[in-house]
């Protein structure tokens, strides 16, 4: 199992600001060569099963409302993944633990959709720093590809 990362620097909205917290929508890319692999990351290998694709990061004290996911162009016939979060500094929280499919398991990614939040998990606030993760499952990527995800939620800011 790789881990990849998808460089998204300075790739965030302006948000966070007020005290008070605000409705923010962060996005993130990931887009595959014709090898199947990851464009601006840290490895240009092709994306295989239980590869953990980094995304970026979700700012400590975001609350997680929603999740959408555009599949423009897909990845390779049956492959799937998990879209979730993993903390930062690789240490779990008791008051809300990592969840690797927080936002939903067994997504198809081998066809073109746009799709909801695809869990019915109750909504969290992130202690700290999380990195989003999309696990691929079902088959290795041997395509170009195009996934933008966004995340929908208030940034309550750090406690």
């Not at 423009?72 to 929280?93: C, I, N, Q, R």
């Not at 990614?109 to 079902?138: E, F, W, Y």
């Amino acid at each position: 199992m790789a881990k990849v990362t998808i460089n998204q620097f300075r790739g965030r909205q302006f948000g966070g600001a007020s005290p008070f917290g605000n409705l923010s929508v962060l996005t993130y890319a990931l887009a595959t060569a014709a090898n199947g692999g990851a464009v601006g990351a840290d490895s240009a290998a092709p994306l295989a099963v239980d590869d953990k694709v980094v995304l970026g990061t979700l700012p400590a004290g975001m609350r997680l409302d929603d999740c959408t996911l555009v599949i423009s162009t897909a990845m390779s016939a049956t492959v799937t993944g998990s879209l979730g979060f993993e903390y930062e500094d690789g240490e779990d929280s008791a008051a809300v633990p990592q969840d690797a499919a927080y936002f939903g398991a067994g997504i198809a990614l081998s066809s073109a959709a746009r799709l909801r939040n695809a869990s019915s998990k109750a909504i969290v606030t992130l202690p700290k720093t999380a990195n989003l993760v999309l696990t691929i499952a079902g088959a290795p990527n041997a395509k170009a590809s195009k996934v933008d995800v966004a995340v929908i939620g208030e940034l309550l800011g750090p406690k």
